[in-house]
């Protein structure tokens, strides 16, 4: 098949297309993505990229066609809209120039924003290919979740725009089953709605690491509490902080944070603050392939959502990697994320927004056995072979665009008979 990926985000940007997209074309199918320039999470073009520079290029053979965009900057309110807005009417008004050729499906992938859905429809009309629209954030109740957004007008024009964008989609695919009642709810028959959660890239696999390895003189000694991730609203870091401050007269437990986003330098003055620089150490974004590296140096990770009925339906991604590298994982979770960990059996989660759980949970983490924390990456790991395994979904994947390619070419033998 000839696939067309629309998407905001892709290499060198950290996102799960990426391995979507190699997928794809590892079996044998022709893929071209259709893009903005590289800018997340910092916020600046990366190196080589800019406004007008590297417009057309490949990534693992597969054909990469970028469009300009603004910069995300600091991610405030106005210069991210600003960002959002010019991938949006730019990717548009490109479309028929820097997407040329034929396609037999295009698959969206719509983390935050939910207008990358708008030139994915203007090439629906130009191409004529089934669209498959990929979910990983609900819009407006992203908006609302993270106080992006609070004036009740615009709350109300997003949701005009997600309805008309939904409707013009043959397939729904969500990244959480909890999904599928608020798409529902913008008139989607439930059969259009179909699960597809995240996977995570092969390289996130259980790996043991020489007495040599560079990334041991990088991490502190002691029982390491390791997050990976954006540094974000939606993290709520707050609790974190809470849950170390908590701690602090436990000196063995160290709190080590992989990434960066757009509060890291707000974690990083209350760290002074609270004077937890002993206990908390800032590491900064590492590439995606030396992540395994360091989850095997963790004693358990850490994934946190802050306190939202919203972001209770969320699985977040970092869950899937966590799991696949059979490392146990404490958490502050509602909803979902918790749900499948405790499903798994693959470690301890306390509420969202409870500092005093976290730390509680910790230290029940902390006073567990070796061989009990292991069990429980074992089993993590054994739940995502069976839930969220790479070929699995891809097989998957690939059959739904294959019968809606057949449906299309059907229709058009048709209509010519």
């Not at 979770?333 to 927004?353: H, N």
Request: net charge neutral.
């Amino acid at each position: 098949m000839r696939v067309l990926i629309v998407t905001q985000y892709f290499w060198p940007e950290d996102f799960r297309i990426n391995d979507l997209a190699r997928g794809l074309r590892e079996r044998g199918h022709e893929v071209t993505v259709y893009t903005g320039k590289p800018n997340y999470p910092g916020g600046r073009f990366f190196p080589g990229y800019g406004f007008f520079g590297q417009g057309n290029e490949s990534y693992d053979g597969i054909r990469v066609n970028r469009v300009p965009l603004i910069a995300r900057g600091n991610s405030s309110g106005f210069r991210l809209a600003l960002n959002y807005a010019s991938f949006a009417i730019i990717a548009s008004l490109l479309a028929p120039f820097r997407a040329r050729g034929d396609f037999d499906v295009i698959l969206v992938y719509e983390p935050s924003p939910v207008t990358v859905g708008i030139p994915a429809l203007v090439l629906k009309a130009l191409k004529g290919a089934p669209l498959l629209f990929w979910v990983q954030d609900l819009w407006p109740e992203t908006l609302v979740a993270t106080d992006a957004v609070r004036a009740s007008w615009i709350l109300k024009c997003v949701d005009r725009l997600v309805r008309f964008i939904y409707r013009g989609c043959e397939r729904i695919l969500v990244q959480s089953v909890t999904f599928v009642e608020s798409i529902q709810r913008f008139g989607i028959a439930r059969e259009r709605i179909l699960y597809f959660p995240n996977s995570a890239e092969g390289l996130y696999q259980p790996i043991t690491l020489k007495p040599d390895a560079p990334e041991r003189t990088q991490i502190p000694e002691g029982f390491k509490v390791m997050f990976a991730g954006n540094v974000g609203a939606a993290q709520d870091f707050e609790t974190i902080l809470g849950a170390a401050e908590r701690l602090r007269n436990e000196t063995a437990i160290q709190w080590i944070i992989l990434g960066e986003g757009r509060l890291l330098s707000w974690v990083e003055s209350e760290v002074k603050e609270r004077g937890l620089e002993r206990s908390i150490h800032l590491l900064g974004r590492h590439p995606v392939e030396s992540m395994p590296r360091f989850f095997a140096l963790a004693n358990a990770m850490l994934v946190t959502l802050r306190r939202d009925p919203i972001l209770a339906m969320t699985i977040p991604a970092r869950v899937q990697s966590y799991l696949a590298c059979a490392r146990p994982i404490v958490a502050a979770l509602d909803g979902e994320g918790a749900r499948i960990i405790d499903e798994a059996g693959a470690g301890v989660a306390a509420r969202s927004g409870d500092p005093d759980g976290l730390a509680r949970a910790v230290m029940e983490i902390y006073l567990m056995p070796e061989t009990e924390r292991q069990q429980m990456g074992e089993r993590g790991r054994r739940y995502f072979e069976q839930h969220f395994e790479r070929e699995m979904l891809l097989t998957r994947l690939e059959g739904w665009m294959q019968e809606l390619t057949q449906t299309r070419e059907s229709s058009i033998v048709n209509r010519e008979s």
